[in-house]
């Protein structure tokens, strides 16, 4: 069945840092990819998306470019700030296409 | 404002007693669902509802049930609640096929 890996559990930079969070996608035809971003006690909030290769989605200074040929949609963003501390989430819509899949997170931590 | 709304917040139980989460939201999605959050296992899906009365098992769906009698209300209803029912379940809505969800600010249940 289709699933999401992310390979880093937590990433801990500090401020003005760059970031990448790593996301991996297995699914058959074009998905539509996501991040969301959940911040402590509050739910997930959704970031962007992206549905064709090459297409890039971005939203606050995070992006990321759908690549089917690594089946990839790494997130990227060059400054890091405190308030990103966050947990980050990929996902993408399964064949179904009303459920979408969600990797195990990312745990964002970002110094002062 | 376009929210969806949980309730409660926090909620304490004792084990075999009935649950019941409620959640609303004020978009016309047509789609909602009910997950859970646990540590290392990210959110985990229990239902879907498609619109009123129109629902199908998640992937974890085992002692859970729901209801959905308006469009802006569906509500898990756990009978009999168990101690590895302790979580963080959070409710979303998305308008259709391959769209973002919108998050609850999620219940914090603790079955003791």
């Known amino acids: 069945g289709d699933s999401v890996t992310q390979t880093e559990g937590q990433v801990a930079l500090s401020e003005e840092d760059f970031l990448t969070i790593h996301c991996n996608y297995s699914a058959s035809g074009y998905p539509a990819l996501f991040w969301y971003v959940q911040y402590p006690g509050e739910g997930p909030q959704f970031l962007f998306r992206a549905s064709r290769d090459k297409e890039k989605g971005s939203s606050r200074g995070f992006e990321a470019t759908y690549d089917k040929g690594t089946t990839s949609f790494h997130l990227r963003k060059a400054s890091v700030q405190e308030s990103d501390s966050a947990v980050y989430y990929c996902a993408l819509s399964d064949t179904n296409a009303y459920k979408v899949i969600f990797g195990k997170g990312t745990h964002l931590h970002v110094l002062p | 404002d376009m929210k969806v709304t949980q309730m409660p917040r926090y909620l304490i139980k004792r084990m075999g007693e009935n649950v019941l989460l409620e959640c609303g939201q004020d978009m016309s999605h047509e789609t909602m669902y009910w997950y859970r959050q646990d540590p290392g296992l990210g959110l985990q899906l229990i239902y879907i509802?498609?619109?009123?009365?129109?629902?199908s098992e998640g992937d974890i769906p085992k002692g859970y049930r729901v209801s959905r009698k308006k469009r802006e209300h569906f509500s898990l209803i756990l009978d009999s609640a168990k101690t590895n029912q302790t979580s963080v379940y959070f409710c979303a809505s998305s308008p259709g096929q391959n769209s973002d969800y919108t998050f609850g600010s999620g219940t914090r249940l603790l079955v003791i």
């Open positions: 509802s498609y619109d009123v009365d129109s629902n």
